[in-house]
């Protein structure tokens, strides 16, 4: 079973920045990709940023330029840091993480969301 945890998040006035980390545990052969999504009040689940095994990235247009996504194949955590924040970058953040439990069986794990509100 593959758990992931989130941490980071809180109420920041527009312009500041924020971090977010996510660590996986338990049992698993790899892990594949790595993300972040964001849920705003009344919204859909949407993509942020996501970052593969191999180091490469793809982030939302909103976000490029503010917001940076790493990954440390070591320790599996994965962070975002957020830049520039803006009100609406106000949102539940989810951690996701996809990887291999055996050859055959894939995984696909989801943070429990942290909140950020970008507010003054």
């Known amino acids: 079973q593959v758990h992931v945890v989130e941490s980071g998040g809180g109420l920041v006035q527009p312009g500041g920045s924020l971090r977010l980390s996510c660590a996986a545990s338990?049992?698993?052969?790899?892990?594949?990709?790595m993300g972040w999504y964001r849920q705003a009040p009344g919204g859909q689940r949407e993509l942020v940023t996501t970052i593969t095994s191999g180091g490469s990235t793809n982030y939302a247009d909103s976000v490029k330029g503010r917001f940076t996504i790493s990954r440390d194949n070591a320790k599996n955590t994965v962070d975002l840091e957020m830049n520039s924040l803006k009100p609406e970058d106000t949102a539940v953040y989810y951690c996701?993480?996809?990887?291999?439990?055996?050859?055959?069986?894939?995984?696909?794990?989801w943070g429990q969301g942290t909140q950020v509100t970008v507010s003054s």
């Open positions: 996701n993480i996809e990887g291999a439990v055996t050859i055959l069986r894939r995984f696909e794990v």
């Open positions: 338990g049992s698993f052969r790899s892990i594949s990709s």
